[in-house]
């Protein structure tokens, strides 16, 4: 493990948890963060607008900052990171459905300074529970699951994007940040356990299951992010995109308003909140 004499206090560690009113799994993930190896200096809980969170403050180590309303998920990471990377040269960012290994953040704080040594470093991030590739693994893009990352990353690159609301925010952000010359490593050894949420619904295809979001408002911003993407940043997802939507519309024929509007607004660029489609009205 690295030295933490002296230079240590300049390298402190805040992580970013966004959570929509979540008390059992915060309880949870808190205790995890609390018996890590390498503890993060503070765990900031964006609270996104759901006046339902009983969970309170614990002393020194959390934070919680309610939001006024709700600003999706692109919204809670903006937020939250902006705020913890003026006061932590690391932000360490997390789902409030996951939980780690107690030496995970450690080991991801010794494979920065490790592969610092040969890579302009901008990140690295946990692996799930049965990854069994390299020691570490050069990624282009991530979930903001278990992500280590260096606070300079975002004096270049900038923060996530509000306008996507939910989803595609990390997928977006990550890839900014690897165009900018940031190298992005998964590290085999820093794992993380996703606990079950009931999101979707399974339709099975040539013998083999693909899923689907059962919410509506999670099929529209998902899609219309990833056509937005595609058809506007990266051309090269373009033929997945398009191979996706045409399953939606296939597999899912009751959702097909939800489906094309999704569709429309991301060849135009519609982003934001779409009041339609809110998680207020649909369960989250």
Not at 76 to 100: E, K, M, N, P, Q
Not at 212 to 233: G, P, Q, T, W
Request: glycine share 6%; hydrophobic share 40%.
């Amino acid at each position: 493990m690295r030295s933490f004499s002296g230079e240590y206090f300049r390298e402190r560690i805040w992580a970013v948890v966004v959570t929509f009113g979540r008390d059992d799994l915060l309880k949870e993930l808190i205790h995890n963060f609390s018996e890590q190896t390498l503890r993060p200096s503070k765990v900031l809980i964006i609270d996104n607008g759901n006046s339902k969170l009983s969970f309170e403050d614990k002393g020194d180590f959390v934070i919680l900052k309610r939001l006024p309303r709700n600003l999706g998920s692109a919204g809670g990471y903006y937020f939250g990171i902006s705020l913890a990377s003026r006061f932590a040269d690391f932000v360490f960012t997390s789902d409030d459905d996951t939980l780690y290994e107690k030496d995970s953040i450690e080991k991801l704080y010794d494979a920065f300074f490790e592969l610092s040594e040969s890579f302009n470093v901008g990140a690295v991030r946990c692996a799930w529970e049965n990854f069994e590739g390299e020691r570490f693994y050069e990624v282009f893009s991530s979930v903001w699951t278990g992500v280590l990352i260096s606070s300079r990353v975002f004096n270049v690159v900038g923060f996530p994007k509000r306008e996507f609301f939910l989803y595609a925010d990390d997928d977006e952000f990550f890839r900014r940040m690897t165009k900018s010359g940031f190298k992005f490593f998964m590290v085999k050894d820093a794992k993380y356990k996703r606990r079950p949420q009931e999101h979707k619904i399974k339709r099975k295809l040539f013998g083999r299951y693909i899923s689907f979001y059962e919410d509506d408002f999670r099929n529209y911003y998902s899609l219309r992010n990833e056509v937005f993407l595609a058809f506007h940043i990266d051309h090269s997802r373009i033929p997945k995109v398009v191979r996706r939507t045409t399953l939606m519309l296939f597999y899912l024929p009751d959702k097909r308003s939800v489906i094309l509007e999704a569709l429309f607004h991301g060849l135009f660029g519609i982003l934001g909140e779409n009041k339609k489609y809110s998680p207020y009205s649909e369960k989250s």
